[in-house]
Every structure is written in C-alpha cells, then in structure tokens.
C-alpha cells in the first residue's frame, strides 16, 4: 500500500469480513490516521478505502456473516457526494474487539481534530487574544495591524496568527468573528492588486467553500516577508502534512508494521462495469436522488414531494 | 422498523469529544433578523455555545450542498458548562428574543447582534450578556413565561436540584420555594393560561402549583427574600395526577385549534391532560422513546407531536393517539425540534449525544431496497477441489480414529522419570508384611523426577504396585514444578502380601492441570527387579511341575545369567540354581542341560514357575544376543502344560462358587434373624407376656451362625484372591509358553493375552471365567473358524457358569488350533512354526475318557475334527491327587475349612539335614536328570 505524506498506519487485522460486499472472503482491514482499507486476501484486486471524512456513523450491529453466522459486525455509514453508503465489517477472530476498538478510537480521533483540516469561520479558537493552540501546534509568527478586505469595519486592525499548521486571522474588537485555514485548504497564496490597493489574498480549496480571503498588511515590505513566510510554510506542510490524528498503538504494533507495508503487486485495471462495485454498498438503496423537500399540510412537517397522485395517507395506508 | 427514511437536508457533526443531552439544542430566530427565519442554536457541557443558520443550497446533480463553514454565525467558549438554553423575551423594554443560558452555578442573558459585512462570511456575531444571576443552589433545569399575566415579557423560573424554585422578573430576583416532598427535580414548565407551574415530582405524579400561591407563602418572619434561605412555608399543590412512572419530558401546549393541554411523555407512556388536571388521553408505547415534541394542532382539536425512539431510532410522528408517519433516522436524537429555514419551514432538527446535528425532512420513497449480490467471481475449481480432497482426507482420518482422544503428546507439559536403583535398599522399609520369612524381606528404592516444560501447581503424585506388592509411599504432593526446577523424590516397593506376585511392575502417575486448565495424568511403568521377590536356596531335585525351554544356542553358566542371585550357589558349578519367593515356600529350581540347548524350570507349583520362566528367557537373550547377528531364539516343544492350567482355573472357580454359597447362606440367616427378632419383639411389647419358648437361644444360636459366616466370607475372600494371584500368574505361564511354542508375533501375542487375559479381578459382576470364555468363544468363531459360514457372532450373556467344563474346553480347542497352525491375525499365512505337536503325557493318556461330544456344545464347532477329543479329554477327569483330596474334604466340613483351600501344601527342602558337603553332592546328582529327559521325552512325542 502507498500511503500520502503524513499518512500513517495505525492497525492491521489479517481477518476481516467484507460483509456486506464480499460476505465469504477473507481479507486484511488496514487502519490508517486518514482512511479504512480492507482487501481481500484472496483477490488483493478487490479492495476499498473508506476517508474518515466521509464516515457519519460508526457503530457495532449483529450482521449476518458466511464465515462466522450472527455476529457482532462494525457499521461504518457514510456519506460521499450525497450518495450515502453503508460498510459492515466483521472480524473473523471470535471474541476479540480490536476491530471495533481501533476503528471507532481512530474515527473518534479523526473527528475531534477537525481543527487541523478543516476551514474555520467564527469559531471560539481565541482566548483573552491568545491563540489556543492544537496539541501539535505551533506558532511561528504573529502579525499584528492587519485589515480583512471581507468586512465593512476594514480600518479596524485585525491580528494573524501564522502557525505551522494554519492561519488565524482574528478581529481586535470581537474574538469570535476569525477565521482559521489550514495549509491543507489552502489553494494559492498570493499577492493581488485589490480596490484597497495591494493585499494578500488566500484563496481556500473547492471543498471548503472556495473562499477568497483577502487581508491588506502595511507597509508592502511587511507584506511581501508575511506571503513569502505563508508560502514557504505552505510548501512544507504539503510535504509532510500533519493531520493531527494521534493514535497510540500498543507495543505489540511495532512489530507488525513492517511486515504489512508490504508493496502490492501492481495489477493491470480492466474497467469494465467497475461502478457496479457500488451498488453493493448504498445505504438508501437504488434511489439515485430526492425530490424537493416541500412543506406538507397535513403533517405539518417538510417532506419530499410527492409523486404525481399519490397522497400522503394512500402511501401511508399502504404500510398501515 | 420504518419503510420510510429521514432525508439529510443538512448535517454536521458539532464539537470535538463534546456531551450533549435534553436541553442543550434550540431553535429560535435568536439574532432578531427581519426574514424571521430560525437558528439553531447549541450548549454542550463542555460549555460552547454554537449558532448555526443552515443554508445549504442545491448542487447540479439534484443532491444538497450540505455544510458550509460559513453555516456557523458563532461560536463561544464560555467559562461553565451548559445545562439548557432558551429564546424568550428575557430584557425589560425589548421586544427582541433573547438567549437564556443556565449553567450550574448562574443563569446568564445573552443577546445576539450582527454586523454585516461584504460578503457572507464578512458577516459577524457578537454575544453580548445582558445580565447574569448566581444562583446559590446547583441548578437542574429552567422555564420561562409570562408570569403572574405579565404581557411582552418572560420571566424566569429556575429549579435546583434540591427541589427549590426560584424566580426571576427578568433583571431582579423574586423568591425561592421550597416544592413539598423534592427528592429528584423533574421537568417544569409553566402554564399560561392558569398562572401554575407543572412539574412531575419525584413520587411520579404530576405536580401543579399556583404562581400566586408560591409568591405569597412567604415565611413572616423574615421579609427580606433571599436565594439562600434555610426554611420556608409548606406549599401545597393545587392539583396532582399519578402517572406512575418517572417522565422523561413535560410540555404545555396552547393551540388556538386545540383545548390547552399538558403533554407527559413518561418511560413507557404518553398522557395528555387538561390544564386542570383531568386526562385527555393516553398512548401505551411499544418502544423506548428517547424525546419528544409537539408542534402544531392542524386538525380541530387534536395535537400533533413528534417522538424519537431508542433502539429503532425512529422519528414518529403522532395526531394524539394515532400514528400518522414514521421515518428511520441515523442517529438516536436527545432533542428534536422544527424550524423554519431558507423558505422551507417544518423542518426537523435532531441533535445526537455525541453532537451529529441533523436537519431533516421525511422522505416519502418507501426503501424497498435489497443490496444486490456481488458479482460472482471467476471461482478457482481446481482449488475448490483440492481443498475439498483435503478436508474430506482429514474427516476420514478422523473418523477412523474409534474414540477422539485428545491428543497428549502435543500438551506433555509434564514428563515423569523413574528410575530404579540397581541394589536392594540397605535398611529395608518392608512393613506391615502378611507373611514371616525366616530372612530379611528386602525393599528397593526407586527415584521419580518430575520435569515440566512450563510451571504446573499442585501434582499429586501416586504409585500403584499389583497386590502383593506395595509401596511406602501411596501419593504425596508437590505444591509446584517449573522448568529450570525439577523435583525428585524416592518411594520404595517391597512384596507385601502372601501371594506369588503375577507381575513385577509398578506404575507411578501424576494428576495435575495443564496451563490451560484441563486435568491431566502423565504415567510412568517401573519395571522392579526379581531379587525383590525371591531369595537363592539350594536346588531341589525333585519337583511336580516342570516347564522345559529349547535354546538354538549351547546352555551357558547359570552363574553368568543369574550372578545377582547365587547366595550359597554361587561356587557351584552353574548347573542348576533354587530360588525360593519370600514367604512363600515354593523353590523354583533352573537346571542347564549340559549336552542339549535345554534349560528346565520345576516347582512344586504351576504358577510360581511364570516369573522365573520370564525372567531366564529374558536375561537369556540379553546374555547371547550381544550383537545384533545373535540370532538367540528360546522355542518350548514340549507339551503345552493345559492340565496344570486348568486345576488353577478349577481353584479359582471353586472359590467363586464358595463366595455365592456363603452370600445366600448369609442371606438366609439374616431373613431368619431377623424373623425371631420380629417375634420376640411382639412377644415383649405384649401386655401379658407369653414365654418366649426357646426363641432367644434360638436368636443366639442364629447370631453366632451369622458371625461365622461373616469370618468365612472373609477368609474365603483372602484365599480368593490368592487364586485369583495364582491363576493370573498361571494365565501369563501359559499364554507365553503358546507364545514360545507357536512362535507368534507380538500382535498375535496381544490378541491372545488379551483373549485368556492375565487380568483376574475378584470384585466385579463379571468373573473371569465367563470373561474367558466369551473371548475365546468368539476367537474360535471368527478368527479360528475354518470357513465363513462358521463365522456367526451370537454373543451369549456374561453370567457365571454352572462349572468351568465349557471355559476349559474352549481353550483347550483353541490350543489345538493354535497347534495346528492356525493365525490369531488375520491376514497371516498358516503358522508352519509350531515347534511341535502337543502330546499328552503317557500316563495319562489312560485316564482320557471324556468322548468328542462334550466339546460340541455350542454346535458351531466343527464336529468332525478328531483331536479335540484329545487335547479336551485331558481336563475331563484327571486331577492332582491332592487337590482332590482337598477337595472332598471341604465338601464335607461345609464351609468350615475353605481357608485350607488355598494352595498346596509346600515341599519344604530338607535344607537343615543336608550338610555343606552334600550339598555340593545333591546339586550334581541332579543334573543328569536333566539329560534323562531328553531322551526320555523324545520318544513320547513320537508315540502321538
């Protein structure tokens, strides 16, 4: 497996059970800081990756297994592009948790260092002025006299705090009006000319919202070392991220890791009918998307609307 | 559950490892905007405050945008965690909603204000607290209303832990009230309508108080209303309702459609009630709801509201008592609201313990979806087939296997070690002996070590030696061994009782539990040597029973064979050599041909021969089979002894028969014991007492009848188990002079010793004779059988035989066929090997008188086949003349003498009248005799 920079391995199980999609098949779960693996053992060509950032669920459901009958299986609901899927793994091993255990602390980790990866608006990130800083955070600069270009009240000096995972920006006045972006959504830094003369301009990635963040510092020398430090510590941070998802594995692990980061063996991709491959994972069905949600009179309530003659009682009565 | 599911309008998941539960989630227009559109606004524990305005927007491909960080309007760390938030009207001479934060210790008023900016996420929040009240008393929860009929304002009511309410006109602090019988602070709310609060009190009923009557009970004595009063006036409730159980929630409703209601949503149970008190209706839920609300009235007269349920986590959505929809939701909710976002109103928004904030709506597609099989896969038939093959072989090899027997040789985690020392003890241990000897009895030491391979706790360890051998030691314990650790002890064995010993080996075994905790025994065998059992005397010349072995080798010194046991003989010439068993008189005299390859064994008794016999064949081959080109065989040629077998056969039985006599015999005189006993008795407890005419010398005479018969039983039992020594000693004689004679192989050898087992045990139901007989019986019916059609299996039932006729002539018909060359293995060729055909002696040949039919009882042996007449008539009639005798003797004094029926009178040597000198003298005149034989059994064989 070729990880991303910064990527780590966090767990490997030799006996894991696709459930729902290879329910039969014996295959190796692999737990990094960012994503769920799984691949057959068999067919190492039949694999999955699940990001943690499109997990919304993950919680332990007896599932119905061809290796191992009714058993405690691991839910793990997401959600990717508005197309929600559901994974079912089981483990193989009776009687060992390590699979819930590890797959839901990792998620658990993922989830409370948003702060690392995500874009920030309005958020409590600042103290008494004082920036409160993510476990592994470090703050390399702060600039003060520095104008946001996106609000009225512009003569109003904001500070910056430049740190080596992202950039604060804060109003002096209120603490709760800033914005935090970390170097992993920042598009391009750079310097435009703008109606306030020239400024620095942070232009955030599609996934975050595409914000367009522009910031005046004077005098322009100031400006061009505050971009040239942005930008150099941006470069860095692309080579060798920093996600913030903290693990400690047990001593045991060690041993492990170096016998699974094993390279596959590369294998000529035939695609034909791949999509398919998700059919077998769609929590809502073969729904290919929702009508308009509209306000319905009689519950009182938004629901889809309707299909064309149908009433809400007749589809009711249908189950009643 | 749902056929229908809620559809994800918007969604995020709020805080970082955060808490949430019922009160931390509102939804107001909380900001005051003109476009009164709703926030959603939430408290965690962890006490952030968050403000969200979702505003997803529709993609291209039909789907939402979902969130968007600039969703947050803001977010606010505060100093204490949040217990609940509301919107209300909560400062004076504003219209404007405003927020009420309740933390443990104080209840603040924020309000919210914007400023906006260019763009959308240039727009800021600002928190701004209005006031602040501490609070002196822990907080549990809050309500807020018009109180006393103010219009345009809220006050506030805060109920603490302890039961006490206290109220707050906005700004200014009112009073506190102690709630009559608090134990546990339930939900609160307000009523408008009647000025009261409802609570639901911790005795499970719904409480209500007037406001009037709360602000009024005032304690006269101190005017001055403070938080941290101490006592107070007992209010009373105005009206109460027993739910019967602790409710989760509490709502009052006032629809303009709907008659004003209070709505319990309790463990189990749903109840709607007037604002007085009388019940409106009540729903029974059949699933455990975790939340509720009501939200509108839209038909005349009834009120819609929603419930949130546990383990299906399902959304209902109820009009009173019916359920009008149900959708399936993702996450188990603690809190559900509607509000009203972008132009869509009657949104749903749930919050989860864990912080996933949803905004849903009900999605009206039934998921009648089944997940479509997985393509099949190119499946690999070789491979299939090959692992078939192998399980089907490892199933096979397994079900071959008769029993499952866990295997022991993977989990020998302990391994016994005996070693026995070479020479007899010193000092001998030998106590407690049932015999006299005139010499010292000896005892040998033998050393048991313990190794394990991982630490084992608590062994015990006993030994086991065959009657008449014993041991010092029964078991002893050996609290733990571990690897490095080994343990050793030293138990000694010596002859106890005063039996011939059939068998010289012991065995030492080990309980414990193994590391992973299943009991397990690990044995050992320890083979201890002859001297312990016999002593070297002086030959005896004569003998009645003699067993002769056939060497291919020329005869050695007796002195080199035996060099431990030559006591007086051992300047002799190496002729001949007497051994004689402690406490026991028999002397087994060992004579070496000095012409032929010839070594004869006799002893006044049969069974004392076995060990000896043994013993010489053993140290025999050990002596000439040095290398391994020594081709040192011992072969028997001689008649096969059936005769002397069979007395002891005879012996055996007889004293099984005595033993059933004395057990009826016993009987019998209980039964009439105890019927004399009965008499006397109704004669005693008569009022008039009857002579007792002779009953208790006849009770005495009973008793002392009884008395003896328990002693015969006992001694008969004794010499029962000498028999039972005697006959297991014989069994082995001659199932190893068979061995000898027929040469088998070892297996053969296992069926046969397994057939005529040499294991004679008094105590069971099942005696050895009909054991015996069974075995042999079914040999000659299978394995023997001359062809197929005799091969019929009619097993006859273990009972105890009338007389031991059958048993001996089986075996003696098995014996013939051994003879013959028959095979106890199927599969081998016809035995060419047999060294010779077995002749009876000359002399008695003129006693054989039983004819052919008395083998023939069970009609499946072969009728014709002559020599069974032979071999059979053997047993008939001849008998040791003193046995005989014996015999007639014990028949006739009843059971008074069965002791004596134990063994033959022994042959004491005359050792005390030879001197030194003849001896010597005595020693080699008996060796010629040995040459004699030869000549003298040549020619007998050769008359059959």
């Known amino acids: 497996m070729k990880s991303r920079p910064g990527e780590k391995l966090i767990d490997s199980l030799n006996a894991v059970e696709d459930t729902k999609g290879n329910n039969g098949d014996r295959g190796r779960i692999i737990v990094t800081n960012l994503r769920i693996l799984w691949h057959s053992i068999a067919l190492p060509r039949v694999n999955l990756s699940i990001g943690f950032n499109c997990v919304i669920n993950i919680s332990t459901k007896t599932a119905q297994s061809k290796l191992r009958g009714t058993t405690e299986a691991l839910y793990v609901l997401t959600k990717c592009n508005n197309t929600r899927f559901e994974f079912i793994f089981t483990n193989l091993i009776p009687g060992s948790p390590r699979l819930f255990t590890t797959v839901i602390s990792v998620h658990r980790a993922y989830e409370t260092s948003k702060l690392y990866r995500d874009l920030k608006l309005r958020g409590a990130l600042i103290n008494n002025k004082q920036l409160r800083l993510l476990p592994q955070e470090q703050v390399y600069n702060k600039v003060n006299g520095v104008w946001n270009l996106s609000s009225d009240q512009v003569w109003k000096p904001r500070n910056v705090f430049i740190t080596n995972v992202r950039l604060v920006w804060h109003a002096n006045i209120n603490e709760s009006f800033n914005i935090s972006i970390p170097y992993l959504q920042m598009k391009s830094v750079k310097i435009r000319d703008s109606k306030f003369g020239l400024a620095l301009v942070v232009e955030s990635s599609q996934q975050s919202g595409g914000y367009v963040l522009g910031f005046r510092i004077d005098p322009s020398e100031k400006l061009h070392d505050v971009v040239k430090e942005i930008q150099s510590l941006h470069r860095v941070y692309s080579a060798c991220p920093l996600f913030g998802v903290e693990f400690e594995t047990e001593e045991r692990m060690q041993g492990d890791d170096l016998a699974v980061e094993q390279v596959q063996d590369e294998c000529e991709i035939e695609s034909d009918g791949t999509s398919d491959a998700f059919a077998a994972y769609f929590a809502d069905g073969n729904k290919d998307k929702d009508r308009d949600p509209v306000y319905n009179e009689e519950l009182g309530l938004a629901i889809e609307k309707l299909r064309d003659g149908i009433t809400l009682q007749g589809l009711w009565d249908v189950l009643a | ?944």
């Open chain 2, 1 to 944: 559950m749902s056929l229908f599911k809620a559809r994800d309008w918007w969604s995020t998941t709020v805080g970082e490892a955060e808490e949430f539960d019922h009160g931390c989630l509102c939804v107001a227009n909380i900001d005051n905007s003109n476009d009164e559109l709703d926030k959603i606004i939430i408290g965690s524990y962890h006490g952030i405050l968050r403000i969200f305005n979702p505003k997803p927007t529709k993609t291209e491909d039909g789907g939402w945008s979902g969130y968007k960080p600039e969703d947050v309007l803001l977010e606010s760390a505060l100093p204490n965690p949040i217990l609940q938030i509301e919107a209300g009207k909560f400062v004076s001479g504003s219209d404007n909603l405003h927020l009420a934060v309740l933390h443990p210790r104080n209840l603040a008023v924020y309000s919210v204000s914007v400023t906006s900016g260019a763009v959308e996420h240039g727009r800021h929040f600002q928190l701004k607290k209005a006031y602040e009240h501490k609070l002196q008393r822990t907080a549990f929860n809050f309500c807020y209303g018009p109180f006393g009929g103010v219009s345009g304002r809220d006050f506030l009511c805060v109920q603490s832990m302890d039961g006490t309410v206290s109220i707050f006109e906005q700004e200014s602090y009112s009073f506190s009230r102690f709630l009559p019988g608090a134990l546990l602070p339930g939900p609160i709310r307000y009523i408008p309508k009647s000025d009261s609060f409802v609570t639901v009190s911790s005795s499970w009923q719904l409480e209500c108080y007037k406001y009037q009557v709360l602000a009024v009970a005032t304690d006269t004595k101190t005017k001055e209303e403070s938080q941290n009063m101490k006592s107070g006036k007992r209010v009373t409730w105005d009206w109460c309702f027993n739910i019967g159980e602790q409710a989760l929630d509490l709502e009052v409703v006032n629809y303009p459609t709907a008659p004003p209601s209070i709505i319990i949503l309790g463990e189990r149970n749903i109840f709607c009630l007037t604002d007085t008190g009388k019940l409106r209706y009540m729903k029974k839920c059949e699933y455990d709801p975790s939340c509720f609300l009501p939200y509108a009235s839209l038909v005349e007269g009834s009120i819609n509201y929603l419930v949130a349920t546990h383990t299906t986590s399902s959304l209902m959505v109820y009009q009173d008592i019916m359920l009008k929809w149900a959708a399936k939701l993702d996450n188990v909710p603690v809190e559900v609201r509607i509000g009203k976002f972008q132009d869509l109103q009657g949104i749903v928004v749930t919050l989860s313990d864990t912080g996933r904030l949803e905004c849903l709506y009900l999605g009206t597609d039934p998921a009648l979806f089944i997940p479509p099989v997985p393509e099949a896969r190119e499946l690999n038939y070789g491979e299939m087939d090959r692992e078939m093959a192998q399980l089907q072989k490892r199933m096979k090899q397994s079900s071959n296997k008769p029993v499952i027997m866990p295997n022991a040789k993977q989990e020998d985690d302990l391994q016994i070690l005996v070693q026995v020392n070479p020479g007899l003890d010193d000092n001998s241990v030998a106590t407690g002996l049932e015999y006299e000897d005139p010499d010292p009895v000896p005892s040998i030491s033998a050393r048991i070590q313990l190794k394990s391979r991982l630490t084992i706790e608590n062994i015990t360890v006993s030994m086991h030696a065959d009657w008449p051998l014993a041991c010092n030691c029964g078991s002893y314990e050996v609290s733990s061994v571990d690897p490095s650790n080994p343990t050793e002890n030293f138990v000694s064995f010596f002859l106890k009782g005063k039996v011939l010993p059939p068998t010289l080996t012991a065995s030492v075994s080990a309980n414990y539990t193994s590391a992973t905790g299943a009991p397990r025994i690990a044995t050992a065998k320890v083979k201890l040597p002859l001297k312990l059992v016999v002593k070297p005397v002086l030959p005896v010349k004569n003998a009645e029973f003699k067993v002769t072995l056939d060497t291919n080798k020329p005869p050695a010194n007796l002195n080199d064979i035996f060099p431990d046991l030559l006591g007086e003989n051992a300047h002799g010439p190496g002729a001949a050599l007497g051994f004689q068993f402690y406490g026991m008189g028999s002397i087994v005299t060992v004579l070496a041909s000095k012409t032929s390859q010839r070594y004869r064994l006799q002893c006044d008794k049969f069974e004392a021969l076995w060990l000896l016999v043994k013993d010489l064949a053993g140290r025999l081959s050990s002596h000439f089979n040095r290398t391994k080109n020594d081709n040192f065989s011992v072969y028997f040629t001689g008649q096969l002894p059936l005769q002397e077998y069979f007395d002891l056969i005879e012996n055996h039985f007889e004293h099984r028969l005595n033993a059933e006599r004395c057990k009826e015999m016993l009987s019998q005189r209980a039964t009439q014991f105890r019927a004399i006993q009965r008499r006397l008795l109704t004669r005693f407890k008569d009022k008039t007492p009857a002579p007792l005419a002779n009953l208790d010398t006849l009770m005495e005479g009973t008793y002392r009848q009884i008395l003896h018969l328990a002693d015969t039983i006992e001694e008969n039992n004794q010499s029962q188990e000498m028999a039972a020594c005697a006959l297991a000693s014989g069994t082995h004689l001659f199932c190893y002079i068979i061995k000898l004679w027929t040469n088998m192989s070892q297996d053969e050898f296992k069926v046969l010793t397994s057939s005529i087992t040499p294991v004679v045990s008094n105590n069971l139901d099942q005696g050895w004779e009909e054991r015996v007989d069974a075995a042999v019986t079914h040999l000659l019916r299978t394995t023997l059988a001359k062809a197929s059609k005799d091969q019929t299996l009619n097993p006859q039932p273990l009972t105890m035989p009338e007389d031991t006729t059958k048993v001996k002539k089986h075996i003696a018909l098995m014996c013939d066929k051994l003879g013959k060359g028959a095979r106890l293995v199927e599969g081998l060729p016809q035995n060419s090997a047999v060294n010779m055909a077995p002749s009876p002696r000359k002399e008695k040949k003129t006693k054989i008188s039983a004819t052919s039919k008395t083998v023939m009882e069970n009609g499946v042996i072969d009728n014709s086949d002559d020599t069974e007449t032979l071999i059979g008539s053997q047993f008939g009639q001849h008998k040791n003349k003193h046995l005989k005798d014996q015999e007639i003797m014990s028949a006739m004094n009843g059971l008074s003498d069965l002791s004596e029926l134990g063994l033959p009178a022994a042959n004491i040597p005359l050792e005390d009248e030879i001197s030194e000198k003849q001896r010597k003298k005595h020693i080699e005149s008996m060796v010629p005799d040995l040459d004699d034989m030869e000549v003298h059994t040549g020619p007998m064989a050769l008359e059959d």
